[in-house]
């Protein structure tokens, strides 16, 4: 098992003559290199004093530094942040100023390689780009991906027992369907349970797909869909994850409310044919993702069904 001080050193290893300075926000690149996990999204958006310099600053042969918020340490301080330099950003203080000093500790050249992580927040990346107006900036996501793509024997553990989460959490909830339901106390019910059996919340928007030969099937039009009842016949999609320690799962079933029709027995078959034969492609070092998709997509098209596929 890789602890998160190896991975930082596998890092610091890897971006040596790739990068001068790197910077990762909150987000997954700094959740899977530290273990600070990311908090929970909000649909709308935090404005803490200096908000922008969230995150951790990495340059070969130093120890990293981190720099927060005041209003983020007292209020909503992240796991593990204790093993690092931290840096608190006061009410007043300016931003600026405080990322010009870690600059400047670095020891950046007249044309230093600056890399960010993907989804760093555009107004750092103006910030860094005024107060480095000679760097290049390169991607931070595209260094650390070579680490991220192998999973250790503790990531591939934690990605079961977050599937065991979803699997558990869809099962309490189909125990608990009965026809009137609503779609919504369905969705509901799901992000309940996923965090009953110990997930963090969902990994994505919850989302229940509804379609009967009365009912057309919805995509991004919720306050539609919530208050639609279960009644047969229909199908209904589940598309859900849980989240265990920064890892995501990805889950999707159907159930049929009332009995399936005979093409619907087919579909069902076919996609387990599907998947038969995908999981059969699957040799390590050997086959690319997209062979392995068009084996386990061929079995939907000889069939006839690979313009219906999603």
Known sequence: MASYADRMTRFMSLIEGQADLVFFPMGTDLDYLTGIHRDIPNYGRNLHPGMWLEGAWLVPGRAPILTLPRMT???????????????????????????????????????????????????????????????????????????????????????????????????????????????????????????????????????????????????????????????????????????LDGMCYDFGRTVCIGAPSDEQVLVHKLIMDSQRAGIAALQAGRITCEAVDKAARDVLVDAGYGEKFR
């Open 73 to 243: 340490v007292e209020f909503g301080a992240p796991d593990a942040i204790d093993a690092y330099d931290l840096r608190v950003l006061g009410d007043w203080d300016d931003p600026v100023e405080m990322v010009r000093g870690i600059l400047k500790e670095a020891g950046l050249g007249e044309a230093p390689v600056i890399a960010t992580s993907d989804d760093a927040e555009a107004e750092t990346l103006f910030e860094l780009q005024r107060l480095a107006p000679g760097a290049r900036f390169v991607s931070g996501t595209g260094l650390l991906r070579p680490l991220r793509v192998i999973k250790d024997d503790d990531e591939i553990e934690k990605l079961r027992r977050a599937g065991e989460i979803t699997e558990a959490a869809f099962e309490a909830v189909v125990k608990q369907m009965k026809l009137g339901m609503t779609e919504l106390e369905v969705v509901a019910e799901l992000d309940y349970q996923m965090k009953r059996h110990g997930s963090l919340g969902p990994s994505f928007t919850t989302a229940l797909y509804n379609t009967s030969p009365t009912k057309k099937l919805l995509f991004g039009a919720k306050e539609q869909s919530w208050p639609r009842e279960l009644t047969p016949p229909e199908s209904v999609l589940f598309d859900f994850g849980a989240v």
